[in-house]
């Protein structure tokens, strides 16, 4: 059971894994846990943890706001202002109600200058969601933008996954960078490594320390995790003998999101 609030966002290059880990996050917390109120966000307007989780929704924020745009909400009699009003709808309809956790996905729209219109919205949602719950897990979209947006200024613990590649290192390099430019105030920065073969796993923990980051754990190649998405199967389900499923466990132990 973590003892505080755990807001976390998972970041890291495009294919290193975020959604993988978050999923895994999700699923070591719900099976050791049974008292927090868990908040999932997909932050990426891909869209692909829903699938990963098994769940099924019925619109993201990019598609509210796209209604919006396109006039199919009309400003009500009770002269509620428009951003007020789509941000009531978004609640109504983005969040699902999972049996032992919320999500929402941020999606995105369609216009020019959509994309950072929808990402504010989430930023101001989530600012008043977080309250709500004990752990939230957000899945970041791929890069760096996500810090300029300010987005990371709701969490608390953030957690950089990093796959055996220079343009990982550089990525997650440039990330801890930006978040003293951009002067996030957040407690704890982990890094998580996926994919690292035994024989490179030394360079991760060489190269963490040289910047300052702490190693939370390895998430090792595992061909269920392989099988899991080449037939489409929700990775939630992924058994608990997996060596993904295992290697999580002790992650979540280690960035103190269960105590066991």
Same mark, same amino acid.
């Given at each position: 059971?973590?003892?505080?609030?755990f807001?976390?966002?998972?970041?890291?290059?495009?294919?290193?894994?975020?959604?993988? !880990?978050?999923?895994l !996050?999700l699923?070591?917390?719900l099976?050791?846990?049974?008292?927090?109120?868990?908040l999932?966000v997909?932050?990426?307007?891909?869209?692909?943890?829903?699938? &990963?989780?098994? !769940?099924s929704?019925?619109?993201? *924020?990019?598609?509210?706001?796209?209604?919006?745009?396109?006039?199919?909400?009309?400003?009500?009699?009770?002269?509620?202002?428009?951003?007020?009003?789509l941000?009531?709808?978004?609640?109504?309809?983005? $969040?699902?109600?999972?049996? %032992?956790?919320?999500?929402? &996905?941020?999606?995105?729209g369609?216009?020019?200058?959509? @994309?950072?219109?929808?990402?504010?919205?989430?930023?101001?949602?989530?600012?008043?969601?977080?309250?709500?719950?004990?752990?939230?897990?957000?899945?970041m %979209?791929?890069?760096?933008?996500? !810090?300029?947006?300010?987005?990371?200024?709701?969490?608390?613990?953030?957690?950089?996954?990093?796959?055996?590649?220079?343009?990982?290192f550089?990525? &997650?390099e440039?990330?801890? %960078?930006? *978040?003293?430019?951009?002067k996030?105030?957040?407690?704890? $920065?982990?890094?998580?490594?996926?994919?690292?073969?035994?024989?490179?796993?030394?360079?991760?923990?060489s190269?963490?320390?040289?910047?300052?980051?702490?190693?939370?754990?390895?998430?090792?190649?595992?061909?269920?995790?392989?099988? @899991?998405?080449?037939?489409?199967?929700?990775?939630?389900?992924?058994?608990?003998?997996?060596?993904a499923?295992?290697?999580?466990?002790?992650?979540?132990?280690?960035?103190?999101?269960?105590? *066991?």
């Amino acid at each position: 059971m973590v003892k505080r609030p755990f807001y976390a966002s998972i970041s890291g290059k495009g294919g290193a894994g975020k959604t993988t !880990l978050t999923v895994l !996050l999700l699923k070591t917390l719900l099976e050791n846990s049974k008292d927090e109120e868990i908040l999932v966000v997909d932050a990426d307007p891909a869209t692909n943890l829903p699938q &990963a989780l098994g !769940l099924s929704i019925n619109k993201t *924020i990019g598609d509210v706001a796209e209604e919006f745009r396109k006039g199919f909400h009309e400003l009500n009699s009770f002269g509620f202002e428009k951003r007020a009003l789509l941000e009531y709808v978004i609640m109504r309809d983005c $969040i699902v109600e999972a049996s %032992e956790f919320d999500f929402i &996905a941020m999606g995105r729209g369609e216009g020019e200058g959509c @994309y950072c219109y929808v990402n504010s919205i989430l930023s101001s949602i989530l600012s008043k969601l977080v309250q709500n719950y004990d752990v939230v897990l957000i899945d970041m %979209e791929a890069g760096l933008e996500h !810090l300029n947006r300010r987005l990371d200024r709701h969490v608390n613990t953030m957690i950089v996954v990093v796959e055996p590649s220079v343009m990982g290192f550089k990525t &997650a390099e440039r990330i801890k %960078e930006i *978040i003293k430019e951009v002067k996030i105030d957040v407690e704890e $920065i982990y890094v998580v490594g996926n994919r690292f073969p035994k024989n490179v796993e030394e360079k991760l923990y060489s190269w963490a320390n040289s910047i300052g980051y702490k190693v939370a754990g390895i998430l090792p190649e595992d061909p269920v995790i392989q099988e @899991y998405n080449m037939l489409g199967k929700p990775l939630i389900y992924l058994p608990n003998n997996s060596l993904a499923a295992k290697a999580a466990k002790d992650i979540a132990k280690m960035i103190r999101l269960i105590d *066991i």
